[in-house]
């Protein structure tokens, strides 16, 4: 059931929690002891900093463990409207052309919400001990969902929670290929190419493209699906990089399986 709470007895607790976690981070996440202080620090600063500029007055409105909304004045703080707050600060500073405000806005809600996915996965990869893994899962993931296409979230929201929960997933398949035979994880590595060679690229209805593009996107996606894929198994079988292999089996399975959804 949804209630309203003092929004500072709101941070307190969560503040709370999170510093009892990251103290005992070595034994829960084995991850450095130093690791967890400087994020605790880190932290810290931006809860001090976050009681110092809003309001004492404003509550939380909690809906679900997932999803929380900071309510203030009758209006809601979500996403679209820290990206307006930027772009007004834009158009403060430089001339821009008052009819293309709405992409401007656009860009920017895109860009907070890639920033915010970006992070929380370097912070899951962390926490799960192998922040490379996370590198490398984000620079395959983006790069060929980029030009390639695939299933998209109905809201933003939607969209942070699905792409953590398929880099969760990736890790997951990642440590199970450590372990298992490398024939195996190359069938699967194949059969998760010839999906994104096939399929690629996944037209999206709101944001039609000419043919040409098109055309551009399939060729680009092509290319990096050889080049990757031939790197990888040189790295593999010459550098023995065994671990760099099974991130990025996972990861192309991921792509692979945003592109059936």
């Known amino acids: 059931s949804r209630q309203n709470i003092s929004y500072l007895s709101f941070m307190d607790t969560v503040y709370s929690i999170w510093k009892v976690l990251l103290k005992n981070m070595k034994e829960v996440f084995a991850v450095n002891s130093k690791t967890a202080d400087s994020f605790l620090l880190f932290l810290s600063v931006i809860y001090r900093s976050i009681q110092r ?16 909304i900071l309510k203030t004045k009758g209006g809601f703080v979500l996403l ?29 809600e895109l860009t907070l919400s890639m920033t915010a996915a970006v992070l929380s996965i370097l912070l899951l990869a962390a926490f799960l001990g192998n922040f490379f893994w996370g590198i490398v899962f984000l ?3 983006i790069s060929f969902r980029l030009p390639g296409g695939g299933y998209h979230a109905s809201s933003y929201r939607n969209c942070f929670l699905l792409t953590n929960s398929v880099f969760l997933v990736s890790f997951a398949f990642s440590s199970v290929f450590v ?60 550098f023995l990089y065994d671990s760099l292999f099974c991130m990025y089996s996972a990861s192309i399975a991921a792509v692979a399986v945003m592109m059936i959804l």
């Open 53 to 68: 500029i809003l309001p004492i007055d404003k509550t939380i409105l909690i809906s679900s463990p997932f999803c929380f």
């Open 80 to 108: 679209q409207q820290y990206a307006s707050c930027i772009v007004d600060f834009l158009y403060q500073g430089a001339t821009l052309d008052k009819a293309k405000r709405a992409i401007y806005q656009y860009g920017m």
């Open 139 to 141: 620079i395959v993931f």
């Open 179 to 238: 372990n298992i035979s490398n024939a195996i994880v190359v069938i699967f590595l194949l059969g998760s190419d010839i999906i994104i060679w096939v399929l690629s690229p996944i037209s999206n209805p709101h944001h039609p493209v000419s043919e040409r593009i098109v055309r551009k996107n399939r060729n680009i996606v092509r290319g990096m699906v050889i080049c990757g894929t031939l790197f990888i198994l040189l790295g593999k079988w010459i």
